[in-house]
């Protein structure tokens, strides 16, 4: 009864800690997490406006919850010439929104809201 109840605990255990993400495993075969960093979309501004990333890293834009106007996320004509405009442009609304995009291309990104556009712009430059 003792060895089947110390299986048991390790099994708990291991269930657990899988559970609560202790388990780490790396996103790409190079070893190494992607990183991922976080930009409000907020009545009228993105939170930060703009930020340097390395390759392969992303950004996931989160709606503010006390949002009361319409936004998006489009990329502008300022990007590097391999980067498909289409490929990064969110839906719109208000609040309940999130939008992620994985970087792979170094160079500059110029991002706005539509419906703000002289007020909400957000640049992004990705380094090798």
Same mark, same amino acid.
């Given at each position: 009864? !003792?060895?089947?109840?110390?299986?048991?605990?390790?099994?708990?255990? @291991?269930?657990?800690?899988?559970?609560? @993400?202790? &388990?780490?495993?790396?996103?790409?075969?190079?070893?190494?997490?992607? +990183?991922?960093?976080?930009?409000?979309?907020?009545?009228?501004?993105?939170?930060?406006?703009?930020?340097?990333?390395?390759?392969?890293?992303?950004?996931?834009?989160?709606?503010?919850? $006390?949002?009361?106007?319409?936004?998006? &996320?489009?990329?502008? $004509?300022?990007?590097?010439?391999?980067?498909?405009? $289409?490929?990064?442009?969110? $839906?719109?609304?208000?609040? @309940?929104?999130?939008?992620?995009?994985?970087?792979? &291309?170094? @160079?500059?990104?110029?991002?706005?809201?539509?419906?703000?556009?002289?007020?909400?712009?957000?640049? !992004?430059? &990705? +380094?090798?």
């Amino acid at each position: 009864m !003792l060895r089947r109840r110390g299986i048991q605990t390790w099994a708990a255990a @291991g269930l657990a800690a899988i559970a609560l @993400g202790a &388990v780490a495993v790396p996103a790409t075969g190079s070893g190494q997490a992607d +990183k991922t960093v976080k930009v409000t979309v907020a009545d009228d501004f993105f939170a930060p406006t703009d930020l340097k990333l390395k390759k392969n890293s992303s950004v996931k834009w989160v709606w503010d919850s $006390s949002n009361t106007n319409t936004h998006n &996320v489009i990329l502008t $004509s300022k990007h590097p010439k391999d980067v498909k405009a $289409s490929d990064f442009r969110s $839906s719109s609304g208000a609040v @309940g929104i999130s939008f992620k995009r994985k970087f792979k &291309v170094p @160079g500059k990104y110029g991002f706005i809201c539509t419906y703000h556009r002289s007020e909400m712009k957000f640049g !992004l430059t &990705v +380094k090798k």
